[in-house]
């Protein structure tokens, strides 16, 4: 019997609540499987961990890391920590030295989902973003001089390399062609005269690779606009770092919300494990009281499945979450229902059985 050892990070706020129901899900879905078992081991770390050693993860934590199948992570960030150190030392640090350049974020409008846009049916709002996930607005180069003097300067640089443009670009296009599906590039030329007209060069040049892909490229602002007025224009979307965190939250809003948006990061070689985590934060206004939505978790525990090729339960997962939704019997509050996390878990895990 194949197995898949997990390492799980679930980290602060909601996460520990949301991340316990997708381990419950997957334990389930190898169990209707019989062919596969996973196994999962708990790292402690996180804010709570900082508070008590100063440090997010313990001393050679990436070399444990490497150890595994891939990371399943809930949500990293905790008051009293400052987030620019919570987040860097632990879920960043993991995207960047396990080379996770792919950041693989669907934003599609199930069934049943609430949507806060006029006139658009489901299949309006079906997108995959492809963000690039390790350099770019988040390379972590600058530097601050005259820290605290009255002449303080603070530089932040964008890095983006051809190597790191090109794998994402090419990636996105793979995709695309192998989806059928138009590939958009969202990007700011305009005013980002080095780094975006960079990219889009680059993704032209990918491009003459792609004859039958049908793309367009859109500046940021614009791209904002017809995500909220005209969906459908986006199916694969490539974009930078910071472009992507943005809108894939914004994507977030018009699919159902935080409490629906899975993201997986992807090193696609396979030489690291890969991550899986839900979008959202930690989400302290609604940690500790049991209500945090876990469907976001258990589509990326989908993501997770197609990963390892189990493509057939990856899709039940998601047929399972649209039935939730469709339903609309037990959901957390932000869908509008009074369920709890673990009522919501048991219900995709009766659903897996029924
Ligand atoms: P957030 O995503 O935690 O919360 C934004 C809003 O969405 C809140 O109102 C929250 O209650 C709601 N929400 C989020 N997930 C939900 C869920 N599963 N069910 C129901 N409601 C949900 O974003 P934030 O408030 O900007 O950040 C809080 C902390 O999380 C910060 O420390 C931030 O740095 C960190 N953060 C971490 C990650 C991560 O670990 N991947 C992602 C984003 C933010
Ligand atoms: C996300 C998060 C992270 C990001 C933060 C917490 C560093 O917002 O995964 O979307 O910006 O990538
Ligand atoms: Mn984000």
Not at 11 to 20: A, L, M, S, T
Not at 251 to 276: D, H, Q, T, V
């Amino acid at each position: 019997m194949k197995t898949h050892k997990i390492a799980v990070i679930a980290g602060d706020g909601i996460g520990p609540e949301v991340i316990n129901e997708g381990i419950k899900v997957l334990n389930a879905v190898a169990e209707l499987d019989g062919n596969f078992k996973f196994e999962f081991t708990h790292f402690p770390w996180g804010c709570e961990y900082y508070k008590e050693t100063g440090k997010m993860m313990a001393d050679g934590g990436m070399d444990e890391l490497k150890k595994y199948d891939a990371v399943f992570l809930g949500a990293v960030g905790a008051p009293g920590v400052p987030d620019h150190i919570s987040l860097w030392d632990l879920l960043l640090v993991i995207r960047k030295q396990f080379d996770q350049y792919i950041n693989l974020r669907p934003v599609k409008l199930l069934k049943g989902a609430p949507c806060p846009l006029k006139d658009v049916k489901e299949e309006d709002v079906n997108m995959i973003f492809v963000r690039e996930n390790s350099e770019g607005e988040y390379a972590g180069s600058g530097s601050w001089l005259f820290k605290d003097k009255p002449n303080e300067v603070v530089i932040q640089d964008g890095v983006f390399s051809r190597v790191g443009c090109e794998r994402v670009i090419r990636y996105a296009y793979e995709l695309a062609k192998k989806e059928g599906k138009t590939l958009t590039s969202i990007s700011k030329g305009n005013a980002l005269n080095y780094s975006m007209v960079f990219w889009d060069k680059i993704f032209k040049e990918v491009g003459k690779d792609y004859p039958e892909v049908k793309t367009y490229s859109y500046l940021v602002d614009a791209a904002s606009m017809f995500m909220v007025k005209d969906p459908k224009r986006f199916e694969i979307v490539v974009t930078s770092n910071l472009f992507g965190d943005i809108l894939t939250d914004l994507g977030a809003a018009i699919a159902g919300g935080m409490g629906l948006a899975a993201g997986a990061n992807l090193n696609p070689e396979r030489k690291f494990p890969s991550m899986f985590e839900p979008i959202h934060g930690s989400a302290p206004d609604i940690a500790g009281k049991g209500i945090a939505n876990p469907l976001a978790t258990v589509w990326s525990a989908s993501q997770m499945l197609d990963f390892f090729g189990h493509e057939d339960w990856g899709k039940k997962l998601i047929d399972v979450i649209e039935e939730i939704l469709v339903e609309k019997k037990v959901l957390t509050p932000d869908l509008g229902g009074n369920s709890s996390t673990k009522d919501v878990g048991a219900e995709v895990i009766r659903k897996l059985k029924a």
